[in-house]
């Protein structure tokens, strides 16, 4: 069977290792592209009904380590670090990646990666799943940004207060890979658009919203791009 | 008409209903008739008389924190859309 690595070449931060991360880290590791995993977090119990990347015996053990290795394992290629993504020492882990993709539990951590991959000019994805459904947002230099559409971190619902179904995040980290993978490619097509899945048990149809730069984004206001 | 998308968090204040059409000429109208229709609705988008901070509101590609707000004017076959903002992961 041919193998498709259309991210050869290409390196990429996933921030965040559970749901969402190790779909991601297959599909991508995978496709060619050399990753950076970062997790503060060690594998619970509660985690493995949707983390299936994760066994009974990966118990207590930190998450971003565990998920690079198996993507290892896989033949792809990949290092994973415990600690939380922030901006203190984004640059150190992220400076080198071509893009960056959020599937962290965390609203602060979503901001974080997308206010820097805007200021550095990086394209980036941040996906995210909760209950049935979920979003997948693409970002791009010159497009709206995530700050452009939520405008600040608020104690939205996660996985952890709000639960979520396991295959759910199975279906959003794939879309979130495809269009990492568009991204890879140098498909800004997307950039600007926020894929929305109501109710996956329901339908597999995402509505697409595109929407524009909001003229007071600090993010944006940061960039070269904006006038 | 015009149709409000309801996303799937809220559908149980609609009976299971993904869309809702309204005969209003501007979002908040929009709001209101979709609150007459299924009550309860507006509570969850709505705090007082701005939209909270974790939901936006798009009529077709605008976010209509970029245009008039609640104000902002909707046509006949234009799409409302809800878009909470979630973080799992």
Redesign the interface.
Known sequence: MHRVREGRGVKATIV?A????GPLAFALGAAGLELVIVDPDVVETSNLHRQIQFGPADLGGAKAPLLAAAVTKRGGTARGYQTRWTTDDADDISGDSDLVV??????DT?FAVADWAVANGVPYVV?????????VMVGAPGAGCYR?????P?P?????T?G?LGPI?GAIGGVAAALAIGLARGDRSNAGS?Y?F??LRASPDP?V????R??SCPACARTKEVS | MATI?I???L?SLTAGA?EVTVTATTVRGALAELERLHPGVAAKVLNGDAVK??V?I?VG???I??LSNLDTPIQDRDEI?I???????
Not at chain 1, 148 to 152: I, N, P, Q, V
Not at chain 1, 156 to 160: D, F, G, S
Not at chain 2, 83 to 89: E, L, R
């Open positions: 965040g559970g749901g969402l991360g959020d599937g962290s539990d965390d609203p979503k996906a995210a799943a909760l209950r049935f459904g979920g979003n452009c559409l939520f405008e600040e608020v939205a619902a996660t996985c952890a709000a979520v995040v926020i929305v109501d109710d509505r919203v595109r929407f524009h909001r003229a | 998308r996303p799937g968090a559908r993904d901070p974790f936006k798009f590609a605008d976010d924190g970029g859309a878009v909470p903002a979630i973080a799992g992961g």
